[in-house]
């Protein structure tokens, strides 16, 4: 019912900084919680930060006051603006969301995956 696209990944150098996008689309009636999660080598899948339809937003401790999680409900998309980046970063990041696509059904859903790799 609901496919996301992520993008902006890449490489990058310590301290640098990255943004992501993940464009959900499909046949909703509305998003609801959007968020991004990553996983590195060997590790579980884990949360980065996740934002409200109402822009209520949670970071993983890991991550804040260097990542910002937005969106813009009127294109779908949840953005991520990755600052002072450290090797540790180093994963696949992935974002979900959960769309009403019915009366009183809630799809969640995942993206593709994009990598990010912070390394000199």
């Known amino acids: 019912q609901v496919q996301l696209v992520e993008s902006g990944g890449g490489l990058v150098q310590p301290g640098g900084s990255l943004r992501l996008s993940c464009a959900a689309s499909g046949r909703f009636f509305s998003i609801n919680d959007m968020g991004w999660y990553r996983q590195a080598p060997g590790k579980e899948r884990d949360l980065v930060a996740v934002?409200?339809?109402?822009?209520?937003?949670n970071y993983a401790d890991s991550v804040k006051g260097r990542f910002t999680i937005a969106r813009d409900n009127v294109k779908n998309t949840v953005y991520l603006q990755m600052n002072s980046l450290k090797p540790e970063d180093t994963a696949v990041y992935y974002c979900?969301?959960?769309?009403?696509?019915?009366?009183?059904?809630?799809?969640?859903?995942w993206g593709q995956g994009t990598q990010v790799t912070v390394s000199s």
């Open positions: 934002i409200t339809s109402g822009g209520i937003t």
């Open positions: 979900d969301a959960y769309a009403l696509v019915g009366l009183v059904r809630v799809d969640h859903s």
